[in-house]
């Protein structure tokens, strides 16, 4: 079946815009995790959905940062008023269960680069 | 807190050679062990993971890893590299009772011909 698909691949925009990036898992898949990974380093959890629990929104960096997912389909992470440090790929994972026992399978992130 | 420690930023090795990609975590309990390979451009693929049992565990592409609880570590290996093989590498701990697992920085292996 198909994997997890995240959109847009790639988005330039100028600092203090705002930006919007899709990730639509795989189906079934009830976690979903986002991550960010700057040029030349390993992952940064951000934020983790499990079903229709409240999510752990402990890896945040700012304010200007959020999530959302409707029960467990797409989700969508903003990020309001962009600085330069936002410039990373950003990268959704999905996986079926609760928590880290189940292995996540991930997208081919969203790269995002702040002029 | 959980922690994962990759030393190894960058190996170069011939094709053909071994490889053992090192993995060091900080977990109280007994974690859950992965190990993710990064091709350039895409996202990350699942090459093995450690829950219980035994402790050599077998993944995909020929590769295996050793998890050695007195020296927390759980290092990645492979008998003989192939040029497809050149990719990031990651190491991952998570566990049980918690909603995320820790990624190490990773390890960019490159192939010499």
């Known amino acids: 079946g198909a994997g997890v698909s995240q959109s847009p691949s790639n988005k330039v925009t100028e600092k203090g815009k705002d930006v919007e990036l899709r990730c639509d898992p795989i189906s079934g898949h009830t976690a979903l995790y986002w991550y960010r990974q700057r040029l030349g380093q390993g992952l940064e959890f951000l934020i983790y959905f499990q079903g229709n629990s409240a999510p752990d929104k402990s890896g945040l960096p700012s304010d200007r940062f959020s999530a959302e997912r409707t029960g467990e389909s797409v989700s969508t992470l903003t990020i309001q008023r962009t600085q330069q440090e936002d410039s990373a790929v950003y990268l959704c994972a999905s996986s079926n269960g609760q928590g880290t026992s189940q292995p996540q399978h991930f997208g081919d992130g969203t790269r995002l680069s702040i002029l | 807190a959980q922690s994962v420690t990759q030393p190894d930023i960058h190996i170069t090795v011939s094709e053909g050679a071994s490889l053992e990609l090192r993995c060091n975590y900080s977990y109280g309990a007994t974690p859950y062990l992965f190990w993710y390979v990064q091709s350039p451009g895409q996202g990350l693929q699942l090459l093995l993971k450690y829950f219980s049992g035994d402790t050599l565990v077998q993944g995909i592409k020929g590769f295996e890893a050793e998890f050695k609880r007195s020296q927390s570590s759980f290092n990645l290996r492979k008998p003989s590299v192939h040029w497809s093989d050149a990719a990031e590498y990651f190491c991952?701990?998570?566990?049980?009772?918690?909603?995320?697992?820790?990624f190490g920085s990773g390890t960019r292996l490159s192939i010499r011909p």
């Open positions: 991952a701990v998570g566990a049980s009772s918690a909603s995320k697992i820790i």
